[in-house]
């Protein structure tokens, strides 16, 4: 068990990590575009390419955002992996009953995960991404103000002793409640889209392959690594479009409150203040530029990671069979 925990944290944290560095530039864009709630995707690009060096302006903020999203993955998928494999036993003996009612409608799947209900899945996703959260949460302070351009810091050292000079250790946890708003319903849904588009892209893709229905844990074992790998990406990239869309406003304000905490002291006063003063577009700001990055990272994110926690799986089965 605790060897197979360590394949869920290395796979989480190589795959937030890659996400992170690549998507980096329009995760930077879309800080810019939340902060000035007035200034367009174009005009942010062309201010930011006026830099003495561009591509290191694209990629500012990389450090802090890559700690807080490798990390902050390993942490999640390590959390998500936990609750499943407690909650899976409950799961089988639920749905052991209708099994034999069932069985003639089985299908190869590309998932190497544990199977839950629908509720478990947003339960558990909701759970993992919220613990996640608050344990990464100085990093995300971190990380946004670094893509800000209101703040001139030179290293993440001096950003950590000015947000504690001025702000204590409160400051580190700006926006938590709006970031937990955000990300515990986003991740839980996000959770229950992605299984729900993988059973259905699997149904149709195995089906259209040839490939023989199985049962349990094999039942990725059939299916080839580049369908698996085809069907996981989509399924993420269309589940992470939908949440997205749902939670933006969420993002927003959870933007403001971290970049400026004295102006927007809490989730319904900032939301309030925004839609009195810029009008409900506000809270759309960015919903572009997050909907492209969390749609491409969330479904490299977690195509890697399955087909990683599948080839490890795979090789432990292999050597454990060896030994025997």
């Given at each position: 068990m605790r060897l197979l925990q360590s394949f869920?944290?290395?796979?989480?944290?190589?795959?937030?990590?890659?996400?992170?560095?690549?998507?980096?530039?329009?995760?930077?864009?879309?800080?810019?575009?939340?902060?000035?709630?007035?200034?367009?995707?174009?005009?942010?690009?062309?201010?930011?390419?006026?830099?003495?060096?561009?591509?290191?302006?694209?990629?500012?903020?990389?450090?802090?955002?890559?700690?807080?999203?490798?990390?902050?993955?390993?942490v999640y998928f390590t959390t998500l992996s936990t609750i499943r494999q407690h909650a899976t036993p409950l799961a089988l003996a639920a749905s052991s009953s209708s099994a034999s009612s069932s069985s003639s409608g089985r299908y190869s799947s590309s998932s190497s995960l544990p199977k839950l209900s629908n509720t478990a899945n947003l339960l558990s996703g909701a759970f993992a991404r919220a613990f996640a959260g608050f344990l990464l949460m100085p990093l995300t302070i971190l990380k946004v103000r670094y893509e800000s351009n209101l703040y001139s810091y030179t290293s993440l050292a001096g950003a950590a002793r000015d947000i504690y000079q001025k702000e204590?250790?409160?400051?580190?946890?700006?926006?938590?409640?709006?970031?937990?708003?955000?990300?515990?319903?986003h991740a839980g849904l996000y959770v229950l889209f992605y299984e729900q588009f993988k059973k259905r892209l699997s149904k149709i893709y195995g089906r259209s392959k040839g490939v023989a229905a199985v049962d349990g844990a094999q039942a990725s074992s059939n299916m080839t690594?580049?369908?698996?790998?085809?069907?996981?990406?989509?399924?993420g990239a269309m589940a992470s479009a939908t949440c997205s869309f749902?939670?933006?406003?969420?993002?927003?304000?959870?933007?403001?409150?971290?970049l400026q905490p004295h102006e927007y002291r809490n989730t319904l006063q900032a939301m309030s203040k925004m839609i009195t003063e810029e009008g409900v577009r506000s809270l759309y700001d960015g919903l572009a530029l997050r909907l492209t990055r969390k749609a491409i990272s969330s479904a490299l994110a977690w195509m890697l990671y399955e087909e990683i926690i599948r080839r490890a799986e795979t090789t432990l089965s292999r050597n454990v069979s060896g030994q025997v």
């Open positions: 869920h944290f290395v796979a989480g944290l190589c795959s937030g990590t890659l996400g992170a560095v690549l998507l980096q530039p329009i995760d930077l864009l879309k800080t810019r575009v939340q902060q000035s709630g007035s200034q367009s995707i174009r005009t942010t690009i062309r201010e930011i390419a006026k830099s003495p060096n561009a591509v290191a302006a694209f990629w500012r903020g990389t450090v802090p955002s890559t700690l807080r999203t490798g990390f902050g993955s390993a204590r250790i409160r400051g580190f946890f700006a926006g938590y409640g709006a970031t937990a708003v955000r990300d515990a319903p690594s580049s369908l698996a790998a085809t069907i996981n990406f989509s399924s749902i939670t933006n406003p969420f993002d927003a304000v959870k933007t403001r409150i971290q």
